[in-house]
């Protein structure tokens, strides 16, 4: 076969989407499609209908799988919400800008008050649909930081990363987002009861010297300056923990009223945020949107991001109950609920052919999540192994993914291709019949360095019985934990083969680490937390053994050359793209930071 093939086919094919695309959009105002990307958190693989599951009810999903393009090897940019999203945005690894965490640094971003985040110079989709003339909008959790200045004043959210309008929370549903917390709480009360005793003691003793010098006046002030310090160190002791291993944890007091926050525009319009409803403010934002945006001009981009199906698993109390798999399957059926609201509106308002509809997970459910009243709460991952949170398990990356256009993208079909969350932006620019991203921003010279590639040509030929494309030929996809490459998944010829580095130490005889809502096996830590495999790497063919139970022997041809090729690859990798260390790292960017925190008008003051 001659080499030039797959770049030619390529070609041809990308003039072939473009040329359709165009082609394909009769009857409405503007020749490119709308595009909505519906986003859900933490759904895992083995929690949809399409996708084998026969318990839970997700008619909405398995729907626009019937209409569309189901990906059967879909994965994640990254193991946590935070790094994956951003992955999805830009099109690029979050290691490129430390976005991902390090040892003893949280795995993502926890503060609203917080000054970490994409950095602004990221190419991002919401630039390029802005630059290609669409309105965009954003629902939802954001999760890549919110930067607040002083008093909470500007914050940096959506709409600094070339959104139009948005409704979002700028993080992501908490533990604490749901329940009731006091303010007057004691934590280190030992320590606490030193420091006001031995205070106390000297502040009397000072005032007697001072009421006997005949200094009445400044003993007062040295009692309120004394009762002043003290609240002061209660209130450390008390909301805060960075005297503590967990540095960056606060309250449960303080994550629910500072952190549970939804914002339109720059505005906080919701604290503590009102879990049984949010689901449907955001489904109706959406709707609305679309609505009001129907007979535009200008086609229009939508980013529906859920809070679902996320803990605390908090459903409107008329769904309560109504699955088979508990609170967190009534979450999931609520969420293909909202799913179907927004696919009817496309219907009713005659959108739908002129779409291109997009449906992910950010990453594998969370194997470990268990309530405390023992119900399970975090998604299945099907057969793959591991969980949430864990960089190289096919169980933490492999995810849902569905895209339906109607005329271009054939129905009902599936494809088995490996494509990835940085995948998103080329794909959807291409699908658009838009300009490749770094002719869209041609300024931003990091919008030429993306790590995503466009599969949109794969989509188009899929199950028309034409042998799938060489378009990925030789592609590397890199897994990450924090900073650490775990994994790498190379498609070559008929196989697609994966290379583990470093997995996590399980708990024995599981792909999990225990059990409770905020319990991750932690590899990015490194250390004791990792079983390090760079000396005897496994290898997988991911074709003909997709759950990864029998590793290929490691005297074989095949083992040698392939693992040759990729640890070439990855050295190729490192001199190439350096990684900066951490955002996390840096405490005083990470940590809560009171004088950044935006409240809600009459909250507060
Ligand atoms: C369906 O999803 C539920 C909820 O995650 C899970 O408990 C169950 O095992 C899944 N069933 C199948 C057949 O995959």
């Known amino acids: 076969m001659s080499g030039c093939c797959p770049l030619v086919c390529t070609l041809l094919l990308g003039f072939c989407v473009s040329t359709l695309a165009s082609e394909g959009t009769s009857g409405s105002n503007s020749s490119h499609p709308n595009v909505v990307i519906l986003l859900i958190d933490d759904l895992g693989i083995g929690d949809v209908g399409c996708y084998g599951n026969d318990t839970i009810r997700t008619p909405s999903i398995d729907r626009l799988a019937g209409e569309g393009v189901l990906l059967s090897h879909h994965v994640a940019g990254a193991p946590f919400c935070t790094p994956s999203r951003a992955s999805l945005l830009t099109a690029r690894y979050a290691q490129r800008f430390g976005l991902v965490g390090e040892f003893r640094t949280p795995p993502v971003i926890v503060h609203v008050a917080s000054r970490v985040g994409i950095p602004l110079e990221e190419p991002t989709i919401g630039h390029a649909f802005e630059a290609a003339g669409y309105t965009t909008h954003f629902t939802g959790k954001w999760h890549l930081g919110s930067r607040c200045g002083l008093f909470g004043r500007n914050c940096t959210g959506p709409l600094d990363y070339g959104f139009d309008s948005t409704l979002w929370l700028p993080t992501t549903l908490l533990p604490r987002s749901y329940g009731n917390y006091t303010f007057w709480v004691l934590e280190e009360e030992t320590l606490f009861f030193h420091a006001t005793g031995w205070t106390s003691l000297l502040t009397l003793i000072t005032v007697a010297v001072l009421v006997h010098m005949r200094l009445p006046r400044l003993a007062v002030v040295l009692c309120l300056l004394t009762a002043a310090c003290l609240l002061l160190v209660w209130f450390i002791l008390a909301h805060y923990r960075f005297y503590t291993p967990a540095w960056h944890q606060v309250s449960p007091w303080m994550d629910h009223y500072l952190n549970g926050v939804v914002m339109n525009r720059s505005e906080v319009v919701d604290q503590p945020m009102q879990l049984h409803t949010l689901n449907e403010r955001l489904t109706n934002n959406t709707v609305h949107f679309i609505r009001s945006h129907h007979n535009a001009s200008k086609p229009f981009l939508v980013v529906h991001s859920f809070g679902h199906v996320h803990t605390p698993i908090v459903t409107a109390p008329e769904n309560r109950g109504r699955s088979k798999h508990g609170r967190y399957g009534d979450s999931i059926e609520e969420m293909d609920d909202s799913v179907g609201e927004i696919l009817n509106t496309l219907d009713e308002l005659g959108l739908a052919n002129n779409c291109v509809v997009y449906l992910v997970s950010d990453h594998g459910g969370h194997l470990e999540s268990l309530g405390e009243d023992g119900q399970r709460t975090g998604g299945y991952n099907g057969l793959f192994k591991g969980s949430k949170g864990q960089g190289g398990m096919e169980g933490a990356l492999r995810v849902p993914g569905i895209v339906r256009y109607p005329g271009i993208v054939p129905k009902g079909s599936r494809l088995d291709t490996p494509t ?186």
């Open 420 to 605: 990835s969350l940085l995948d998103t932006l080329p794909t959807l620019l291409q699908l658009a019949g838009l300009p490749a991203l770094h002719k869209l921003l041609p300024h931003n010279s990091r919008a030429e360095d993306v790590d995503g590639l466009s599969y949109a040509p794969l989509l188009m030929e899929v199950g028309k019985g034409v042998a799938p494309q060489p378009m990925l030929e030789g592609r590397m996809l890199l897994h990450h934990s924090g900073l650490f490459v775990d994994a790498v998944r190379y498609i070559t010829g008929e196989h697609v083969y994966k290379l583990h580095l470093r997995q996590p130490v399980f708990s024995p005889g599981s792909y999990q680490c225990g059990w409770g809502e905020m319990t991750f096996c932690r590899p990015w830590f490194g250390g004791e937390h990792v079983h390090d495999m760079t000396q005897h790497p496994l290898l997988y063919d991911l074709t003909t053994d997709p759950y990864e139970d029998n590793p290929i022997d490691n005297s074989t041809s095949e083992y040698q050359q392939v693992e040759e090729r990729i640890q070439r690859y990855l050295k190729e990798w490192e001199e190439r793209v350096p990684y900066p260390s951490s955002q996390f790292n840096v405490k005083m960017d990470t940590m809560l930071l009171p004088w950044l925190q935006p409240f809600k008008k009459g909250w507060f003051f």
